[in-house]
């Protein structure tokens, strides 16, 4: 008996100790350096060591800065080593395999060092990692993986002539041998070195290094998902089950393959993807790899249909089929929570995005459904080696041979002498043009260019608008990561100053985005063409050296977004808020209504609106703005662009396009001023993730206090709430034919804001009394020739005339 006793302990503890190693792992090389520190420093349970390394070249610098915005520990970017000629760093290497590079880096100001001005090239053994690199990101990590087969590792930094390389913090650590393959289909990853371009954990939820057993970083899944809301963020860690044989800890820990982002769909009918996309580097190949694990099946799930619900699924990359309806319970033997995972390797040639989707199957009896739990792309270094985007592969591969050479310069020389003389005939028939335009001129006879209308964006606004280059940056310290004020799904916003010291805000896009181009080009169009009190004025642009750069007048409050919550603004009164909400919607209503075709602007949030120095609120950021329906045309039929959270969902579903779209997401907007919380927030329980699914069911129950900011709770007058409230739900409603215009959204918010008991003169706009006003101000508020020279009018005034005609029942719009 005592024996089976002892036998059985000895298994238990054989057991646990598997457990145990199976959840963490013990790298056999394991540098960690704090460059510039001279003293250890812990973090969590590792140490990095001091930069006590004995050098001619050994400068050190550190930031007076406490707190540094970072995914990893701030502390490791207080401290960095300056090398101002070429050097080296020399590992021994006891464990041949794969190898975690990380370099950290936070360019920051000592004495007379710049490091924002930095500027060097980074290599390992015979692999270009970066070449003329200028680390202006504030807590910047560049990942990389390399297979070593040597007994040392030795990293150089190589700075450009008249300038110095610097580095914050240095990871070397050797990988579990299972996390990297040696091959992928045809393709050898084992003598490619590797950079990490994402790691991406669905659900919305990070998970942070010391919750991976390599100590990796899984960033939220929200930013990047472009506008679909029929979606659902799971969170089941606890049914992860690992599996003999399966993905281990080390391939993904229980964070991610427990979360997942998973399409949601009412009816079965509808054929929708949930999409992620992500800057690449054209000209190389990428390894991707798939995270999955059935954490659906077996739970209360509103999309099963019956017992042999399957969850079958498309798996997409920019729209080509990775994988053709993925059965997961087939891959992992129908063991549920069983992690699987699934690489790929995709060559991009000519694109600087990546999408990747989600979607249901062509099978007639599957229905639709699909969720990804994780997320990993890579670059493959090229056959020079280089990882870097400046030697890119985006020459044709395929060999010319003599004979097709001697056609290529032949086709050559032929197609340019047909060039010019296309170009001598073009030539003159534009003169014979001026020379008619010239005498229809002086005979009074008016022709309009065929094509004008399409001339670009850029050529129209020459006169004044244009900024060189030098002159921005004079005004914002060189793009100086001390000047950012934002940051945006088109790039960084900085304060700057001109020279005649004019405050400005200056956007500056991700260089070689199509997508950007495409935005910076519409708003600068949409920008040149109105303005407005209460929308963001357009200072000017630059598009010198790739350079997509748009310049706003400053805004000293921020957003709207910071005074509401995750930030230590001050706190907005809720008389404050009204007010904010009735510019606003002042905006939006011009947008609507200021020209014969209506501007809508698809991207109304919190985020959007920006406060001036009297809190003044200003609609902002005009990328995705899109011209209105046609006289004879109720929509505009357009792929779905927007902000998860704030999407109307009649244009999700039919992507048809209205101003009431702008309405929806308006009426989001409400509820955030009124509540004080994010639209989205994964950290609540599950049936307060969504705002507006939250707010509509407390009013549903009579729980209406409960939602309302307990900061303003006290000083809200019960009938401006009830006004407020019916006006956000009826914004809400699920059809744009059912929803109020902008003007009726105006109209009721000032009436919330009388209401509320505080005298219309005191507005932000009290600039002219009742008697100044008639019908045909009331008549031209709404018929709109053009709303600038309005401006100024106060709606409480129009409203007021209107409201005392009625009795105080009667007098609603919506």
Same mark, same amino acid.
């Given at each position: 008996?005592?024996?089976?006793?002892?036998?059985?302990?000895?298994?238990?503890?054989?057991?646990?100790?598997?457990?145990?190693?199976?959840?963490?792992?013990?790298?056999?090389?394991?540098?960690?350096?704090?460059?510039?520190?001279f003293?250890?420093?812990?973090?969590?349970?590792?140490?990095?060591?001091?930069?006590?390394?004995?050098? #001619?070249?050994?400068?050190?610098?550190?930031?007076?800065?406490e707190?540094?915005?970072?995914?990893?520990?701030?502390?490791?970017?207080?401290?960095?080593?300056?090398?101002?000629?070429?050097?080296?760093?020399?590992?021994?290497?006891?464990?041949?395999?794969?190898?975690?590079?990380?370099?950290?880096?936070?360019?920051?100001?000592?004495?007379n060092?710049n490091?924002?001005?930095?500027?060097?090239?980074?290599?390992?053994d015979?692999?270009?990692?970066?070449?003329?690199?200028?680390?202006?990101?504030?807590?910047l990590?560049?990942?990389?993986?390399?297979?070593?087969?040597?007994?040392?590792?030795?990293?150089?930094?190589?700075?450009?002539?008249?300038?110095?390389?610097?580095?914050?913090?240095?990871e070397?650590?050797?990988?579990?041998?299972?996390?990297?393959?040696?091959?992928?289909?045809a393709?050898?990853?084992?003598?490619?070195?590797l950079?990490?371009?994402?790691?991406?954990n669905?659900?919305n939820?990070?998970?942070?290094?010391?919750?991976?057993t390599s100590?990796?970083?899984?960033?939220?899944?929200?930013?990047?998902?472009?506008?679909?809301?029929?979606?659902?963020f799971?969170?089941?860690i606890?049914?992860?089950?690992?599996?003999?044989?399966?993905?281990?800890?080390?391939?993904?820990?229980?964070?991610?393959?427990?979360?997942?982002?998973?399409?949601?769909?009412?009816?079965?009918?509808?054929?929708?993807?949930?999409?992620?996309?992500?800057?690449?580097?054209?000209?190389?190949?990428?390894?991707i790899?798939?995270?999955?694990?059935?954490i659906?099946?077996?739970?209360?799930?509103?999309?099963?249909?019956?017992?042999?619900?399957?969850?079958?699924?498309?798996?997409?990359?920019?729209?080509?089929?990775?994988?053709?309806?993925?059965d997961?319970r087939?891959?992992?033997?129908?063991?549920?929570?069983?992690?699987?995972?699934?690489?790929?390797?995709?060559?991009?040639?000519?694109?600087?995005?990546?999408?990747?989707?989600?979607?249901?199957?062509?099978?007639?009896?599957?229905?639709p459904?699909?969720?990804?739990?994780?997320?990993?792309?890579?670059?493959?270094?090229?056959?020079?080696?280089?990882?870097?985007?400046?030697?890119?592969e985006?020459?044709?591969?395929?060999?010319t041979?003599?004979?097709?050479?001697t056609?290529?310069?032949?086709?050559?020389?032929?197609?340019?002498?047909?060039i010019?003389?296309?170009?001598?005939?073009?030539?003159?028939?534009?003169?014979?043009?001026?020379?008619?335009?010239?005498? *229809?001129?002086?005979?009074?006879?008016n022709?309009?260019?065929?094509?004008?209308?399409?001339?670009?964006v850029?050529?129209?606004?020459?006169?004044?608008?244009?900024?060189?280059?030098?002159?921005?940056?004079?005004?914002?310290?060189?793009?100086?990561?001390?000047?950012?004020?934002?940051?945006?799904?088109?790039?960084?916003?900085?304060?700057?100053?001109?020279?005649?010291?004019?405050?400005?805000?200056?956007?500056?896009?991700?260089?070689?985005?199509?997508q950007?181009?495409?935005?910076?080009?519409?708003?600068?169009?949409?920008?040149?063409?109105?303005?407005?009190?209460?929308?963001?004025?357009?200072?000017?642009?630059?598009?010198?050296?790739?350079?997509?750069?748009?310049?706003?007048?400053?805004?000293?409050?921020?957003?709207?977004?910071?005074?509401?919550?995750?930030?230590?603004?001050?706190?907005?009164?809720?008389?404050?808020?009204?007010?904010?909400?009735?510019?606003?919607?002042?905006?939006?209503?011009?947008?609507?209504?200021?020209?014969?075709?209506?501007?809508?602007?698809?991207?109304v949030?919190?985020?959007?609106?920006?406060?001036?120095?009297?809190?003044?609120?200003?609609?902002? *950021?005009?990328?995705?703005?899109?011209?209105?329906?046609?006289?004879d045309q109720?929509h505009?039929?357009?792929?779905?662009?927007?902000?998860?959270?704030?999407?109307?969902?009649?244009?999700?579903?039919?992507?048809?396009?209205?101003?009431?779209?702008?309405?929806?997401?308006?009426?989001?907007?409400?509820?955030?001023?009124?509540?004080?919380?994010?639209?989205?927030?994964? #950290?609540?329980?599950?049936?307060?993730?969504?705002?507006?699914?939250?707010?509509?069911?407390?009013?549903?129950?009579?729980?209406?206090?409960?939602?309302?900011?307990?900061?303003?709770?006290?000083?809200?007058?019960?009938?401006?709430?009830?006004?407020?409230?019916?006006?956000?739900?009826?914004?809400?409603?699920?059809?744009?034919? *059912?929803?109020?215009?902008?003007?009726?959204?105006?109209?009721?918010?000032e009436?919330?804001?009388?209401?509320?008991?505080?005298?219309?003169?005191?507005?932000?706009?009290?600039?002219?009394?009742?008697n100044?006003?008639?019908?045909?101000?009331?008549s031209?508020?709404?018929?709109?020739?053009?709303?600038?020279?309005?401006?100024?009018?106060?709606?409480s005034?129009?409203?007021?005339?209107?409201?005392?005609?009625?009795?105080? *029942?009667?007098?609603?719009?919506?």
């Amino acid at each position: 008996m005592d024996f089976a006793l002892l036998h059985l302990f000895v298994l238990v503890l054989s057991m646990l100790c598997v457990i145990i190693c199976s959840l963490e792992f013990d790298p056999v090389d394991n540098y960690l350096i704090n460059c510039g520190s001279f003293e250890n420093t812990t973090i969590g349970n590792r140490i990095f060591l001091a930069d006590n390394l004995n050098s #001619s070249q050994r400068v050190f610098v550190n930031t007076s800065l406490e707190s540094i915005p970072s995914s990893y520990s701030s502390v490791l970017y207080q401290t960095a080593r300056v090398l101002n000629d070429t050097s080296k760093f020399t590992f021994s290497i006891k464990k041949q395999g794969r190898h975690w590079i990380r370099l950290y880096f936070y360019p920051f100001m000592y004495e007379n060092y710049n490091l924002s001005s930095a500027k060097f090239s980074v290599s390992v053994d015979n692999f270009t990692l970066i070449k003329k690199f200028e680390p202006l990101s504030a807590g910047l990590v560049k990942e990389y993986t390399l297979n070593i087969t040597s007994i040392s590792l030795v990293l150089t930094f190589t700075p450009l002539a008249s300038s110095f390389a610097f580095v914050n913090a240095l990871e070397v650590i050797s990988l579990p041998d299972e996390v990297i393959p040696v091959d992928v289909g045809a393709h050898s990853l084992s003598v490619k070195a590797l950079e990490t371009v994402v790691r991406v954990n669905m659900g919305n939820v990070s998970v942070l290094p010391q919750n991976d057993t390599s100590w990796r970083y899984w960033e939220p899944d929200g930013r990047y998902l472009t506008g679909t809301n029929l979606i659902q963020f799971l969170s089941r860690i606890q049914d992860v089950n690992y599996t003999r044989g399966g993905p281990s800890r080390n391939i993904a820990p229980p964070s991610v393959y427990g979360t997942a982002t998973r399409l949601q769909v009412g009816d079965p009918n509808t054929l929708v993807n949930i999409t992620w996309s992500f800057d690449v580097d054209p000209g190389f190949d990428y390894f991707i790899r798939f995270h999955f694990c059935d954490i659906v099946t077996g739970h209360n799930d509103p999309n099963k249909v019956g017992d042999d619900h399957e969850l079958l699924f498309n798996v997409l990359i920019n729209s080509q089929t990775a994988s053709r309806n993925l059965d997961l319970r087939n891959r992992t033997s129908n063991v549920l929570g069983a992690p699987y995972y699934m690489d790929v390797v995709k060559r991009l040639q000519n694109i600087h995005r990546i999408s990747i989707g989600i979607g249901p199957t062509d099978i007639g009896s599957a229905y639709p459904d699909g969720l990804l739990n994780g997320l990993e792309i890579m670059k493959i270094s090229n056959f020079k080696g280089s990882l870097d985007a400046s030697d890119a592969e985006i020459q044709s591969s395929v060999p010319t041979s003599k004979k097709t050479r001697t056609w290529l310069i032949l086709g050559s020389t032929i197609g340019g002498s047909i060039i010019c003389v296309v170009l001598v005939v073009v030539s003159i028939l534009f003169c014979r043009s001026r020379i008619r335009t010239a005498v *229809d001129e002086s005979t009074g006879e008016n022709h309009t260019a065929v094509g004008a209308k399409e001339a670009s964006v850029i050529s129209k606004l020459n006169m004044g608008y244009q900024f060189p280059l030098v002159a921005v940056q004079e005004a914002t310290d060189n793009f100086s990561e001390s000047m950012i004020i934002g940051f945006g799904g088109f790039g960084k916003v900085y304060k700057g100053v001109l020279k005649d010291n004019t405050k400005v805000a200056v956007k500056r896009g991700f260089r070689q985005s199509q997508q950007g181009l495409s935005e910076f080009k519409t708003e600068v169009e949409m920008l040149s063409q109105f303005r407005h009190r209460h929308l963001v004025s357009l200072i000017g642009y630059c598009n010198e050296k790739d350079e997509m750069i748009i310049i706003y007048e400053y805004m000293e409050n921020g957003t709207l977004k910071d005074h509401l919550y995750g930030s230590d603004l001050p706190n907005l009164n809720w008389t404050q808020r009204l007010e904010i909400c009735i510019g606003s919607a002042k905006g939006l209503h011009y947008l609507h209504t200021g020209s014969h075709k209506a501007i809508i602007h698809r991207d109304v949030k919190s985020s959007n609106i920006l406060l001036d120095e009297n809190l003044r609120a200003k609609v902002s *950021d005009f990328g995705l703005s899109k011209i209105g329906p046609e006289i004879d045309q109720t929509h505009v039929s357009t792929a779905v662009k927007g902000s998860f959270g704030y999407l109307d969902p009649e244009y999700l579903t039919r992507q048809q396009l209205t101003e009431k779209s702008d309405v929806y997401s308006f009426g989001v907007v409400m509820f955030e001023v009124l509540c004080g919380r994010p639209v989205i927030d994964p #950290s609540r329980p599950k049936e307060s993730v969504n705002l507006v699914e939250c707010v509509m069911k407390c009013l549903r129950t009579g729980e209406s206090e409960a939602i309302v900011d307990p900061r303003i709770a006290r000083e809200i007058t019960p009938e401006s709430f009830m006004k407020f409230v019916e006006t956000a739900e009826k914004c809400l409603a699920e059809y744009g034919s *059912d929803r109020p215009t902008m003007g009726e959204v105006l109209w009721n918010l000032e009436y919330a804001l009388k209401l509320q008991g505080k005298d219309e003169k005191t507005t932000q706009e009290n600039e002219i009394s009742d008697n100044q006003l008639d019908n045909s101000v009331v008549s031209t508020e709404y018929s709109m020739g053009s709303m600038a020279d309005l401006a100024g009018v106060s709606m409480s005034k129009v409203f007021c005339q209107m409201v005392k005609s009625e009795n105080k *029942d009667s007098c609603d719009m919506c």
